[in-house]
Nanobody, 125 residues
């Protein structure tokens, strides 16, 4: 069973909303870090939102005020609610998890123990 499975991507009009889900196959621990990244071919992977097991949240400046990360501990699911979407939000979105929050907010792929396969978000103008 894949450790992380994303869903909820798809096409949307500019100004619209989408909610991405990432279901973890196991509990990541109380010191976990859950994160959403996005990637556009030819550009560096960008950390979009981060959430620790302690409840600390951080957003990239590019999405602050529009995106919200949350978690459902009962189902080991992390969500990314995306509102007021812009064409520049078009990307493949990945969920990532680390069993320690020591390196949470890091953009290094190796600082995360698990990655999902991604879900595509396409925002049309």
């Amino acid at each position: 069973q894949a450790p992380l499975v994303e869903s909820g991507g798809g096409p949307v009009q500019e100004g619209g909303s989408l909610r991405l889900s990432c279901r973890a196959s196991q509990y990541m621990g109380s010191r976990r870090c859950l994160a959403w990244f996005r990637h556009v071919l030819g550009k560096a992977r960008e950390g979009v939102a981060f959430l620790t097991g302690g409840g600390e949240i951080l957003y990239a400046d590019s999405v602050k005020g529009r995106f919200t990360i949350s978690q459902d501990n009962a189902t080991n699911t992390v969500y990314l609610q995306m509102n007021r979407l812009k064409p520049e939000d078009t990307a493949m979105y990945y969920c990532a998890a680390a069993v320690t929050w020591d390196t949470c907010h890091s953009s290094k792929m190796t600082d995360y123990n698990y990655w999902g396969k991604g879900t595509q978000v396409t925002v049309a103008s």
